[in-house]
């Protein structure tokens, strides 16, 4: 998949700012605050519908402005051409004029939601905020995997969304029951809607960071130039290695519900099943979180983007779109150019940077933008 052209009106920090993408990479260079990470949100805001480093839309829209709005033309290979395009509005104007905040297009023609939206691209971002898929909570590898499974398998975001709605449902009856107002008998048939979208989400899961970790693994190698291995291993209350029947999964996670039920009742919420799931890294046998030097969380965390583009290349039949954000940076010579080199030739790369480095500059087809105070050229 290929980005051609951007169109940026009031968003973020940009009044208007029209971008072409002609070559395969395309490198964005400027000093800090002057709207390089702004220019990938964009992307991913289309692709994803929703910005990858906020959940508040408004924020997108340029300061001052009612309306702000992102264009992008893409080429695909398998599908065709396709445009996307995303208006926002201030909440208060939206509401004042009868309108959502929110508008999506594909195109050209106005669509309901980011179910109409979300598969048309695919996207890959490295964020430096990922380190903290290294160093940080489970939930936000929870929340990694949910969006990577979910560009490549759309259903599994329906698995989520049922999970949550009865995790929740079954939460207020657990608080009910507690204060002496709600009925036991309620219980089972949460439990067992639980358990039913439950395993459909471990299981998703589990595939998922089995195919991750041998490709991460590989990529790793070679980002390291063999010094060092990643491993990667899903981490569930519910799972245990080779299970890989949803009918088994779900009968574990069954038991174990009806097995903590006082407990739940006790806390008042449910403490089994894979909301509470993780998946653990270690790097040469250590575990990266405690023992992982900066370059080599970074490292690792790139070699996990990486394969997240290389698994969705496989399952759609199509490379997504990598937008690194300042990735290269902390990280020496060697690797920086092997990251590169890794992305392969049918990868768009879309790359921030403060200064072009050495391993940028090897690169002789990519196509560089300066950016300064939200100009772009
Ligand atoms: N809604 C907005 N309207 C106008 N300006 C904004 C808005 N949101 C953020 N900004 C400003 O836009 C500028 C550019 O932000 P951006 O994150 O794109 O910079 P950057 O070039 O990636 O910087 P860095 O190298 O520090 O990561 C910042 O000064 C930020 O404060
Ligand atoms: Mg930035």
């Not at 089994?272 to 370059?295: C, I, K, M, W, Y």
């Amino acid at each position: 998949m290929q980005l051609i052209s951007l169109a940026l009106d009031n968003f973020r920090v940009y009044a208007q700012a029209r971008l072409t993408f002609p070559a395969q990479t395309t490198v964005i260079v400027g000093d800090n605050a002057q709207g390089k990470t702004s220019v990938l949100e964009a992307v991913c805001a289309l692709a994803r519908t929703k910005s990858h480093r906020t959940n508040r839309d408004e924020e997108l829209i340029r300061w001052g402005a009612e309306q702000g709005t992102a264009a992008g033309e893409f080429r695909r290979s398998a599908r065709g051409p396709v445009s996307l395009r995303m208006v926002l509005t201030a909440p208060e104007t939206a509401q004042f004029l009868g309108q959502p905040a929110k508008q999506l297009a594909v195109n050209d023609q106005p669509v309901k939601g980011p179910r109409d939206v979300i598969g048309e691209i695919a996207v890959v971002v490295f964020s430096p905020d990922d380190l903290a898929l290294a160093k940080g909570e489970p939930s936000l590898r929870r929340r990694f995997l949910n969006v990577a499974i979910g560009g490549i398998q759309p259903a599994h975001l329906s698995d989520i969304q049922q999970y949550t709605r009865a995790m929740r449902q079954r939460g207020e009856l657990l608080s009910l029951i507690a204060e002496g107002q709600g009925s036991r008998e309620q219980l089972p048939s949460w439990d067992q809607q639980l358990a039913r979208h439950g395993a459909q989400v471990v299981l998703s899961r589990a595939r998922y960071v089995a195919q991750l970790a041998a490709v991460a693994g590989r990529i790793h190698r070679d980002l390291t130039d063999g010094a060092e291995t990643l491993e990667i291993a899903y981490k569930s209350n519910v799972w245990r290695e080779g299970a890989d029947q949803a009918s088994a999964i779900e009968g574990v996670l069954l038991e174990k519900l009806e097995a903590r039920r006082s407990q739940d009742l006790a806390l008042r919420r449910t403490m089994t099943g894979p909301h509470r799931d993780d998946f653990a890294l270690q790097v040469g046998g250590n575990e990266l979180r405690r023992f992982g030097s900066q370059g080599q969380q970074r490292t690792a965390v790139l070699a996990m983007r990486l394969a997240e583009a290389e698994v969705a290349r496989e399952r759609l039949g199509e490379t997504p779109i990598v937008l690194l954000d300042d990735c290269l940076s902390e990280l020496d010579e060697g690797r920086a150019g092997r990251v590169l080199e890794q992305a392969g030739d049918a990868t768009q790369l879309i790359i921030t940077t403060t200064h072009l480095s050495e391993a940028l500059r090897g690169r002789g087809d990519a196509a560089v933008y300066r950016v300064h105070d939200g100009q772009i050229a």
